[in-house]
């Protein structure tokens, strides 16, 4: 994974887990544009590996018995594959357990703290 997607992912990170425990309320309308551009994002991903593959599938009749497998080769090398699915369901998840942070940490418990 490239590093500058650590670099800005993880502060982002940070910074949402500190708006949902801090101000809960905010975060709650926070979610909701955070969803939709993630989903955005699922569905760029999504249509790339899409495609990728039927790129590959429309092209391989024409393509010569003898580089049929260098073709496979570089078609697979430009396809997303699962482990960037399986990040953005994990992350996906975080977000939705932030969400019921104030129920599991009990509402007045974190009321008094302000």
Known sequence: MPEWIVAIAVPLLAGTTFIAYRHPEAYAKLLLGIFVVWMAIEACIISWDAAAYFQYEHLRPLILAALAQKVSDS?????????????????WIYLSFLSFLPILLGEKEHKNEK
């Not at 078609?75 to 992350?91: T, Y």
């Open 75 to 91: 078609s697979d090398d430009i396809m997303v594959g699962p482990f960037p699915m399986l990040i953005i369901g994990a992350v």
